[in-house]
């Protein structure tokens, strides 16, 4: 059983226009709605793979009764969100069918209590012997501390469990301080936590900071690892055009699944490659087609040196 | 009792953003969620004067129960709102801070079942016996046959009810051959009906094709009417910058408001611009404050003439 946290669910939306234009009306031609947040759509993935996963974090109002519902419709996934007086936010992202770009509106989470932030607390705890990962992921919601996943990450390997972090802004800045095992910032979170552009430098300083291995993910250059035992560069087979939306969810997913298997650095890079490319060929953005998947592992090119033995 | 039908019922949600720029990710400053659909926002208002409304249509799904539970907030008003399968739409109006423009989304609304829209028909019938007036508002969800205004227009005649109609294109040709009493159309609508841009001749066009009268709205110059007793023009005090969004609404809330109080037309028509004049000052679109109201009713001019006795 993997554990994925989104303190900060979110219903996620997504409206076709023919043509987004300021201050028109527009009749949207399709409507799709789906459980988000980044540690919900991590779980998704994992559960593609044939994972097990529980997803906690919180879920409140009108959008958190309909994002439960439809997460009783993903097998293998374990329910185990705290329910919030808030409501769980919305988030529109609007896709013009004749430029193909899409224009995000999101709402601000549900305000947490500090009532609502110990009963979360004790959830995760009781969750954690049953664990074999635990992936703390998104942005914080308003009223959860900013110093949140430092003190879960602590908690986590006090219970022995390994840990992944994918978050931005101050919660990154506070969290890596918690030593996570794993670091999967992207280009613009790891320049924004380190102030270098240089993503070698970068995520060289970034594990500094306190994280274990830093994965950082590199858009469709692939992923740069720096980890206890080497460093590598993992590629895509080739430049695809694709939708970017949910790749670095896959790639989480890829890192977790072959942690909790305990595979090799290379082989926990291959697979987060191969997913965040399938995500981004997926016609719903951050799905993943497990045969696409597949079929993409072998053409993924990982080049790096391990340390001396 | 006034009955206002809105067949397409919504869910507005009002965004705040900053800046709306296309293909860009926003955060929402700020969501504010209410009950809407164009006979609901007539309900509002004429509650606000005091009115007692039923409201009925369909409502279903997630956001059809967070309306329904919204309608219970509203003082005055009965939710005689028939449950489908389908859901209500949403409708999103996006407010830029820096322009002050409104770009709006608007989903489609659910899909209508034969044995829904018998059930309706049977609820509206038991309904018109204890109404005053009836108002069919708004567009048409799929399903609804595009004759379905004529058909309840005829209905509500064969009870006793006088009745008003508010709606545009197929759903407007078809149904002003059922013979409302007003006919409520904007100028758009009112040259889309009649292919006349010239707002005197159009009315005129529109009473012929079977409405008792016509009162056109037509923006900041007030209404326009040619009614049985005569044709007046009503002017709002003074011109004034304000939000057009619900100002129709608000017109329709006025005509049935004095028209169940057995007003004469001069009258029917101050309280139409008025309540259009307080809508549009409202900082939330379409709501009236009753003092505001009651404040630029003694400004309002109407012109015309009765027909000779």
């Given at each position: ?6 303190l ?6 997504t ?45 409140g109002?009108?959008?958190g009764?309909v ?41 601000p ?16 705890e ?25 003190g ?134 951050g ?21 001396a033995?």
């Open positions: 059983m993997i554990l994925t946290v989104t900060n669910t979110a219903l996620d939306i409206y076709r226009v023919p043509s987004l234009r300021p201050d028109a009306s527009h009749r949207v031609s399709e409507v799709t709605e789906r459980p988000g947040g980044k540690g919900v759509n991590v779980a998704r993935v994992l559960t593609a793979l044939g994972h097990e996963v529980t997803v906690t974090g919180f879920a109002g009108a959008t009764r994002l439960r519902d439809r997460l009783t419709e993903i097998p293998l996934l374990t329910d185990a969100l705290v329910p919030v007086s808030g409501t769980t936010r919305r988030t529109v992202a609007v896709v013009d069918g004749r430029s193909g770009g899409t224009t995000r509106l999101d709402e989470g549900p305000a947490i209590g500090h009532a609502e932030w110990s009963a979360f607390q004790e959830v995760y009781g969750l954690l012997p049953s664990v074999s990962a635990v992936a703390l992921c998104g942005s914080l919601p308003p009223g959860v501390p900013v110093g949140a996943y430092a879960l990450l602590r908690t986590a390997r006090a219970a022995g469990v390994p840990t992944l972090l994918d978050t931005s802004g101050a919660a990154l800045r506070r969290g890596v301080a918690g030593r996570p095992d794993i670091l999967k910032p992207n280009a613009g979170e790891l320049a924004e936590l380190t102030g270098s552009h240089e993503p070698s430098r970068a995520t060289q300083d970034a594990r500094r900071r306190g994280a274990g291995a830093v994965v950082a993910s590199l858009g469709a250059q692939g992923l740069l690892a720096v980890t206890p035992e080497g460093r590598w560069r993992a590629a895509p087979p080739e430049r695809f055009a694709g939708n970017p939306a949910g790749a670095g969810d896959a790639a989480v997913a890829g890192l977790l699944s072959a942690l909790v298997e305990h595979r090799p650095w290379a082989d926990r890079l291959t697979r987060a490659v191969a997913l965040s490319a399938a995500a981004a060929l997926s016609p719903v953005a799905d993943v087609d497990r045969s696409v998947y597949e079929g993409l592992l072998a053409g993924v090119t990982v080049r790096g040196e391990a340390n033995a």
